[in-house]
Protein backbone atom coordinates (compact mmCIF):
# COMPACT_ATOMS: atom_id res chain seq x y z
CA UNK A 1 0.00 0.00 0.00
CA UNK A 2 1.41 3.15 -1.01
CA UNK A 3 0.55 6.51 1.45
CA UNK A 4 1.21 9.71 0.98
CA UNK A 5 3.16 11.76 3.70
CA UNK A 6 1.91 15.38 2.07
CA UNK A 7 -1.31 16.41 4.24
CA UNK A 8 -4.51 17.15 1.84
CA UNK A 9 -4.21 20.51 3.47
CA UNK A 10 -0.63 21.05 2.84
CA UNK A 11 -1.30 22.12 -1.50
CA UNK A 12 0.43 24.23 -3.12
CA UNK A 13 -1.26 26.80 -5.35
CA UNK A 14 0.02 29.12 -7.77
CA UNK A 15 0.16 32.50 -5.99
CA UNK A 16 -1.23 35.69 -8.03
CA UNK A 17 0.98 38.29 -8.91
CA UNK A 18 0.11 41.63 -7.41
CA UNK A 19 -0.43 43.88 -10.13
CA UNK A 20 1.39 46.46 -10.29
CA UNK A 21 1.24 50.14 -9.45
CA UNK A 22 0.58 52.82 -12.17
CA UNK A 23 2.96 55.28 -12.38
CA UNK A 24 2.87 58.54 -11.15
CA UNK A 25 1.10 61.43 -13.12
CA UNK A 26 3.76 63.36 -14.38
CA UNK A 27 5.11 66.84 -12.71
CA UNK A 28 3.06 69.45 -13.22
CA UNK A 29 4.18 73.86 -12.59
CA UNK A 30 1.40 76.06 -11.27
CA UNK A 31 0.56 77.92 -14.27
CA UNK A 32 -0.69 74.01 -15.70
CA UNK A 33 -3.02 73.28 -12.49
CA UNK A 34 -4.54 76.73 -12.98
CA UNK A 35 -5.29 76.43 -16.64
CA UNK A 36 -6.72 72.83 -15.85
CA UNK A 37 -8.82 74.25 -12.81
CA UNK A 38 -10.14 77.13 -15.60
CA UNK A 39 -8.49 80.23 -13.17
CA UNK A 40 -7.37 83.58 -14.77
CA UNK A 41 -3.86 82.71 -16.12
CA UNK A 42 -2.46 85.88 -13.90
CA UNK A 43 0.89 86.39 -12.26
CA UNK A 44 -1.06 86.41 -8.80
CA UNK A 45 -3.13 83.12 -9.16
CA UNK A 46 -0.28 81.18 -10.59
CA UNK A 47 2.45 82.47 -7.89
CA UNK A 48 -0.90 81.62 -5.17
CA UNK A 49 -0.81 78.09 -6.28
CA UNK A 50 2.72 78.11 -6.58
CA UNK A 51 3.11 78.69 -2.74
CA UNK A 52 0.17 76.76 -1.97
CA UNK A 53 2.25 73.86 -3.51
CA UNK A 54 5.54 74.37 -1.80
CA UNK A 55 3.50 74.24 1.54
CA UNK A 56 1.79 71.10 0.39
CA UNK A 57 5.45 69.58 -0.03
CA UNK A 58 6.98 70.67 3.33
CA UNK A 59 3.97 68.42 4.86
CA UNK A 60 4.71 65.42 2.46
CA UNK A 61 1.74 65.69 0.33
CA UNK A 62 3.43 66.54 -3.05
CA UNK A 63 6.86 65.94 -4.38
CA UNK A 64 8.91 68.72 -5.88
CA UNK A 65 11.10 66.94 -8.35
CA UNK A 66 12.36 69.94 -9.98
CA UNK A 67 12.01 73.46 -9.32
CA UNK A 68 8.73 74.51 -9.99
CA UNK A 69 7.29 70.83 -11.10
CA UNK A 70 4.88 69.62 -8.68
CA UNK A 71 3.62 65.64 -8.54
CA UNK A 72 2.84 62.90 -6.18
CA UNK A 73 5.55 61.38 -3.70
CA UNK A 74 6.73 58.03 -4.54
CA UNK A 75 5.77 55.40 -2.01
CA UNK A 76 8.61 53.83 -0.25
CA UNK A 77 9.50 50.08 -0.93
Same mark, same amino acid.
Given at each position: MNIS??? =??ARS? %?? !??? %? !? =?DPPPPP @???RQVCEAMDMEI? %? *?NI *? *??? @? !?? !?RL???GILAE????LFTQPQPQQ
Open positions: TRS =PTY %PT !KAS %P !K =P @LRAA %P *N *N *NTR @L !KF !KTEHTEQG
